[in-house]
């Protein structure tokens, strides 16, 4: 899924049946608070017993850029103003050491040892390194500009 089907989910779910028939003067940053908090009494994913932190952050992003542009465009107090993001835990993350990935390296098939070096050393996503091609690599000043990604089953150009 794309970042541009997330953003599409968010408005259609979620964002344009609670707002989208108001007038942009009815909303408040009470309405805002509310939303958020009966988001985040929804039903979570698999185990979660309510929607994260993340979730409910990500479904309200949309809604706050909308606000902000509007209101520097046609000049009112943005009612998202001092609003914050709810606060999200920290994922623990527990990487490969070095050795581990020189290791696997070692004894990953030939022809698969170019790739999991970009995936293991580079800060790329999985769709910007599934687009890269060999023609972008400047091996002369160390980059690898990307210029495509794979998304969905098509490649896009940047």
Partial sequence: MSYAD??????DKYLIPEFGKRRRTSIVKAN????????????????ASTMSASRVNHIITP???ILTEASDRYDFNNP????????????????????????LL???????RTYYIVRFFTELRSSEID????????????QIPVREAFVKGYMGKF
């Fill in 80 to 103: 998202w103003r001092n609003i914050k993001p709810l606060k999200e835990p920290r994922t623990k993350v527990e990487p490969f050491s070095l050795d581990e990935v020189k290791k």
């Fill in 106 to 112: 070692r004894n990953v098939r030939p022809d698969y």
């Fill in 63 to 65: 809604l706050r850029m």
């Fill in 6 to 11: 997330t953003v599409c989910i968010s408005l």
């Fill in 131 to 142: 687009g890269l091609k060999w023609q972008y690599v400047d091996f002369e000043r160390r």
């Fill in 32 to 47: 805002l608070l509310e939303f958020r908090v009966s988001l985040a009494r929804l039903p979570g994913m698999g185990k």
